[in-house]
């Protein structure tokens, strides 16, 4: 676990390269899995990471980036930022994550100055943090993690799941990317939950499923070396896709991002044929 911490880090290390052409260009390493395709989480972190490298002056407010094709984890990305807009209050920058076979990755980053003004939010109330006994771990989270629900179960259940999270210290300016790279995690599994028979478990079995675009919203400065709570649910499986949107919130319930996502979930032939048997119409939640 301490590893794969120390190893999610130093993707954040990013390096600088000269200039090919306008903009600011980095290189990121990746994580070291026994795996050959990148951790979309992996990219939108350093995608919010390079665009504050890129207008330091500013802080993420949101990001949308889209998932061209598969990234190979035995070589570098390259990231390319351009700062379409850099004002007073706001920034706008493009950003292009490639490796040798093309791009990756593309994301649009706006940047924002904090400004005084009211508060208010209107969100379901955040119960206390679960005990130590609801600890759970995600292979990919390298911190701890509590939950009151199996994400792997087989029985149909609501496409609605939570769970609380918190990494060691660590530099808050980071916060924005390590909660980019935990919302990537866990919504396909989400949306899995009201299929009988079925969970994320069996992704390149009864399924195979891709991330295609990715967004989030940060709302205030926030740490994740405190609790965050992700709640998040999915409306919608279709058309060999499916959609998922997520709050985190702090421990005193402040909300502190928001994040949506839309990813492939193709079925098997055999999966497709069992779930008809099963009567589709049953996994659908009215």
Request: glycine share 8%; hydrophobic share 40%; with cysteine.
């Amino acid at each position: 676990m301490a590893d794969l911490w120390n190893d999610v880090l130093a993707c954040l290390d990013m390096q600088p390269l000269p200039p090919d052409e306008p903009g600011h260009r980095f290189e990121g390493r990746n994580l070291q899995l026994d795996y050959h395709r990148l951790f979309g989480g992996q990219l939108l972190a350093q995608l919010v990471h390079a665009a504050q490298l890129a207008c330091p002056d500013k802080q993420p407010k949101s990001m949308h980036t889209v998932f061209a094709r598969e990234g190979k984890s035995g070589e570098p990305v390259r990231f390319q930022a351009a700062v379409e807009h850099d004002g007073r209050s706001f920034a706008v920058l493009t950003l292009c994550a490639q490796q040798s076979h093309g791009v990756v990755a593309t994301a649009t980053v706006s940047m924002h100055v904090g400004e005084e003004g009211p508060e208010r939010q209107r969100i379901a109330a955040v119960a206390p943090v679960l005990p130590p006994a609801q600890r759970v771990r995600y292979d990919l989270l390298p911190w701890e993690t509590r939950a009151a629900t199996d994400l792997n179960t087989t029985l149909a259940e609501p496409a609605e799941f939570e769970f609380w999270m918190r990494t060691p210290e660590v530099d808050p300016q980071l916060a924005p990317a390590l909660t980019a790279y935990a919302t990537d995690l866990n919504l396909i599994g989400t949306a899995l939950l009201p299929l009988p028979g079925f969970s994320q478990r069996g992704n390149g079995t009864d399924f195979v499923s891709a991330v295609t675009s990715h967004t989030l919203w940060f709302h205030r400065p926030f740490r994740t070396d405190g609790w965050l709570l992700l709640r998040q649910h999915s409306p919608l499986l279709a058309h060999g896709r499916c959609f998922g949107r997520g709050d985190v919130l702090a421990e005193d319930g402040t909300l502190v991002a928001s994040f949506a996502q839309e990813a492939l979930v193709r079925f098997a032939p055999a999966a497709l044929e069992q779930l008809s048997g099963d009567g589709v119409a049953a996994a659908v939640e009215r």
